[in-house]
């Protein structure tokens, strides 16, 4: 069965620290690729999705995502953190035919 | 717009009751769907349904129960009541099951003692 794996578990930052974070998955056939955010206490949103195309992806507020075929990969990207980005972050892929997958989440904590 | 809409927010059970979580969307998306999150585990499909009339399991489907009558109504529906049950569940739309953006609703805590 296809998987996606999240590898930082919770993640501390300072305030304008660079931000990276892993989401490999299990799939080689063609995927769909999803980075959602839940603030403390609220539901997911998307942040951002590659579907085709150019592999570097732009998102809301100001987070980016990286596809790389070759290692399974779709890491997401900030430059400069800030203290609201605090949240819980989840890859997802989407397979053919198939519901998304969730990937367990990483925990970030930014703090001043 | 009201999106996804869940009910109740907040639930305490005892063991072997029975309730039915309520999911409604305004989207006229085909595409519904139910997660429960635990810490730790993120996020694992319960059951889905890609239109009235059709529904399929998830990863965790025992226990749960649902239906899909109409394209804006997808219930959630707990016979009986275990601890083990005790999450928060969240209810997602889409046009599409696997690349269609989910929209979610604002989850539904459920504590069984």
């Known amino acids: 069965a296809q998987s996606v794996s999240q590898h930082n578990h919770h993640v501390i930052l300072s305030e304008a620290a660079s931000l990276e974070l892993g989401c490999n998955y299990s799939y080689g056939g063609t995927v769909n690729l999803f980075w959602y955010v839940q603030y403390p206490g609220q539901h997911l949103q998307l942040l951002l999705k590659y579907f085709s195309g150019d592999p570097l992806v732009k998102g809301i507020k100001g987070f980016e995502a990286e596809f790389i075929k070759s290692k399974f990969s779709f890491n997401l990207r900030k430059p400069s953190v800030q203290w609201s980005d605090t949240a819980e972050y989840f890859c997802a892929v989407g397979l053919r035919n198939t519901p998304l997958v969730f990937g367990k989440g990483t925990r970030l904590s930014v703090i001043a | 717009n009201a999106g996804v809409t869940q009910t109740p927010k907040f639930q305490v059970l005892k063991t072997g009751q029975s309730m039915t979580l309520q999911c409604a969307q305004d989207?006229?998306?085909?595409?519904m769907s139910w997660y429960r999150q635990d810490p730790g585990m993120g996020l694992r499909l319960i059951h889905y349904?890609?239109?009235?009339?059709?529904?399929d399991q998830g990863e965790v489907p025992n226990g749960y129960n649902v239906s899909r009558s109409t394209t804006e109504d997808f219930p959630l529906r707990l016979l009986s009541a275990a601890p083990s049950q005790t999450s928060v569940y969240f209810c997602?739309?889409?046009?599409?099951?696997?690349?269609?953006?989910?929209?979610f609703g604002e989850g539904s805590r459920l504590t069984v003692l």
């Open positions: 349904s890609v239109g009235a009339g059709i529904t």
């Open positions: 989207m006229n998306h085909e595409y």
């Open positions: 997602a739309s889409s046009y599409s099951k696997e690349t269609g953006e989910l929209f």
